[in-house]
């Protein structure tokens, strides 16, 4: 995940290759719950990991249901029964409709039943998402639910230590035309109070006991059903479909009367299915079948394959596939795979009702950017009540690319920029891409194609909506703003699509930080890389690898031709900050001061420079590159956009090194120091293959007296100066 301030996609070309996708946040979420509340243990597989669901499972923990990881990778929650085993807490659910809205309902019921308390609070965003039509429900029922702060929205505080007497004799009436999850809520909810049992004592409510335990009245009842009816129209109806299926699993059938009467069997109650699969999410899927439908496929390849979720997929948003298919996309699948291919090319406008996949309707509107004409999308009125106002979203985002943008009540109209030549170089200087096939986009449109920094409100849809935007036919990268707000659902999600995407190697911006032995290059590179979330390359690594490679193997380091074979064959990885040469940690070895200069040795030798040189050029990689070392700007990277020249005096630079050693507890003499520092620096800059030399082009960065996040923000600030962005 690129925990960063911002990320710059660099302009995309084509993409190909398969794509595993997380689980999905609604099913994850749903499951989590009904297991917690069911009889038994329930071993889920394939949970999804991110915000949404860490957020449910620390506040299943605090209310006691024990969670155990399985050697399988499985999550195993045992079920509480209906149990309340902790009647007071304060849980804090983040930004998370999944969890806010069915533990609200759940736990009103469970401290109305058993004379609990809880508040449930979350981020500033989630305390101004209404709530007040699942309150106004629960509140039918008799539970105490007040809401602390505005009335109608979170936070909320439920039950007040005090069983209630519960109205269930007549239906519960919600509505259904805000959110779908008020009515998910209260129908995961209200099988705990469905059962076949008679009513404990003192509180005319059922109650469910744990398993195994026996109730103090005699034996079961009569028992009744519980019906909830929905007021006015019910929008996102597959979210209601996927709660439907999984009650099923849980061994709760409802009735349903249409769409707008539900039936909650009298004696209903919870059982483990035992174990149970979570689909890929349909919504993330909706991002990759875009994807390879507005990308030509990479030469070798044959479109995107997406795994984990496919045609027979419970949630709804998998009907995102007809929505891209009226758009042209090529898709074929089966149970648990699909397989996109571009297909209609430009993409094909089109006017939809969108209640059906209100979260993966947002692809479409980044897909309408691409599209031959105008595209409407309608029914979106619950965009408004989302992580962001959605519709407002889309619509200022949309029009930063050149887009001409109408947004209604509940819709939004785009029609696309034209195609015009880039008004000046993206990343760095380097020259514009062309599209992957000469063709007007749009035509229609009042503008032509521009670019701009993404605004993502939190909100982790905008964020992968607008990364496919870098795929416009002019060649320009695209900013998404806090990237990773994606941890909310797929928190891997940018890795993901630079895994599958690919663009020519001028296109990857690449920043070169040289300088002499010491200087501090190797500790800047790695900060602005990080800074940046671009790839580090730290060539004095390769170099010294090579030397212990070489004493390991008993070459001599005066054997160009042995040292050259090694060096190709060269097994080094970087992972995490480390570096590991054939799986083995050499990341302590390679600082040392005799490997140093046993590295400088070896970088004399032009055969083990060209072996590596390759090497150094493959990790040009999306979505940039950080290089340090002697050569990066004049040899190796002679394109770069940005040259950095890092120095000091010999003097600072042995005072520096003198420091750390010491600080490692490793035995250093100064002026020992300071002669080897001098050496070194007269060996590199007289070698006559690229020596040791500032690039033409190169800034000058003297940090003799500047700490290290001066200079890390002195090369930050030279880079943003060099991007299409440096007005924002």
């Given amino acids: 995940m690129y925990a960063i301030d911002h990320l710059d996609v660099p302009p995309l070309r084509s993409a190909g290759g398969t794509v595993r996708l997380p689980g999905s946040k609604s099913i994850s979420n749903r499951v989590l719950l009904l297991a917690a509340l069911s009889v038994g243990y329930t071993d889920i597989a394939d949970l999804l990991d991110s915000d949404d669901t860490r957020v449910m499972l620390a506040a299943l923990a605090q209310l006691g249901c024990r969670i155990e990881p399985q050697a399988d990778g499985a999550l195993r929650v045992h079920g509480l029964g209906g149990a309340l085993p902790v009647k007071q807490a304060q849980l804090f659910l983040g930004n998370a409709g999944t969890a806010m809205r069915p533990l609200t309902a759940a736990l009103a019921l469970l401290a109305s039943v058993h004379g609990g308390a809880f508040e449930l609070s979350g981020i500033a965003r989630m305390h101004e998402r209404p709530i007040g039509d699942l309150v106004d429900a629960l509140r039918q029922l008799g539970c105490p639910v007040d809401c602390l702060g505005q009335e109608g929205y979170p936070p909320l505080r439920l039950g007040n230590e005090t069983p209630q007497t519960l109205a269930l004799d007549q239906p519960i009436r919600v509505r259904g035309d805000v959110s779908s999850q008020f009515l998910t809520a209260l129908l995961l909810a209200l099988p705990l109070v469905a059962t076949n049992h008679a009513p404990t004592l003192g509180t005319g409510v059922s109650s469910l006991h744990p398993e195994g335990a026996v109730p103090s009245w005699g034996g079961p009842t009569t028992g009744r059903d519980i019906v909830i009816e929905v007021v006015g129209e019910l929008i996102s109806r597959p979210y209601i479909e996927i709660t439907l299926n999984l009650l099923e699993r849980f061994g709760v059938s409802v009735r349903r009367d249409g769409w707008q009467r539900f039936t909650i069997p009298a004696g209903s109650r919870y059982t483990s299915p035992g174990r149970i699969p979570v689909e890929g999410d349909a919504s993330s899927a909706s991002y990759f079948i875009a994807l390879g439908a507005l990308a030509s496929p990479t030469p070798g390849s044959d479109g995107i394959t997406i795994e984990g979720v496919g045609l027979s997929s419970i949630q709804g948003d998998i009907r995102f596939v007809e929505a891209a298919r009226l758009m042209g996309a090529d898709i074929s699948g089966e149970a648990n795979r699909l397989h996109i291919r571009r297909g209609a090319w430009p993409l094909k406008a089109i006017d939809l009702d969108c209640n059906h996949i209100p979260d993966a309707a947002m692809t479409l509107a980044v897909m309408a950017l691409f599209a031959d004409g105008t595209t409407t999308l309608r029914n979106i009125a619950s965009w408004r009540v989302k992580e962001t106002d959605r519709i407002a979203a889309m619509a200022t985002e949309c029009r930063k690319f050149g887009a001409t943008v109408e947004e209604g009540a509940d819709f939004i109209r785009i029609t696309p920029p034209r195609q015009r030549p880039a008004a000046g170089p993206p990343q760095g200087g380097a020259a514009p891409l062309g599209g992957s096939e000469p063709h007007e986009v749009g035509s229609v449109g009042a503008h032509g194609w521009t670019t701009g920094s993404v605004h993502t409100y939190d909100d982790h849809r905008v964020a992968m909506c607008f990364s496919l935007a870098a795929f416009n036919p002019v060649g320009l990268p695209v900013r998404i703003e806090d990237p990773k707000c994606v941890a909310k659902t797929f928190p891997d999600y940018f890795e993901t699509l630079f895994e599958v995407c690919q663009t020519p190697a001028q296109a990857i911006p690449v920043i070169c930080i040289d300088g002499p032995t010491a200087s501090g ?120 956009p940005l040259k950095v020249y890092l120095t000091a005096s010999a003097e600072q630079r042995a005072q520096r090194r003198h420091k750390q050693l010491i600080s490692k507890g490793i035995a250093a003499n100064i002026d020992s120091l300071l002669a080897d520092l001098k050496m070194r620096d007269h060996r590199d800059s007289s070698r006559a293959h690229a020596p040791l030399k500032p690039a033409v082009d190169a800034l000058l960065l003297d940090n003799s007296e500047l700490g290290i996040e001066q200079s890390v923000q002195q090369v930050l600030n030279w880079w943003q100066g060099k991007t299409v962005f440096s007005e924002t």
């Fill in 521 to 640: 290059k190797g500790t800047l590179a790695s900060e602005v890389a990080q800074r940046l979330g671009y790839q580090l390359l730290d060539s004095g690594a390769l170099y010294r690898a090579t030397a212990l490679a070489a004493q390991d193997a008993g070459v001599d380091l005066d054997d160009e031709p042995a040292l050259a074979r090694l060096a190709a064959q060269l097994p080094l990885a970087f992972r995490d900050h480390k570096v590991f040469l054939g799986g083995r940690d050499i990341t302590d070895p390679l600082r040392l001061e005799s490997t140093g200069g046993m590295a400088s040795r070896v970088s004399q030798h032009l055969a083990v420079r060209s072996a590596l040189h390759a090497l150094q050029l493959s990790f040009r990689r999306l979505p940039g590159l950080v290089a340090d070392g002697r050569d990066m700007g004049t040899v190796i990277f002679p394109d770069a």
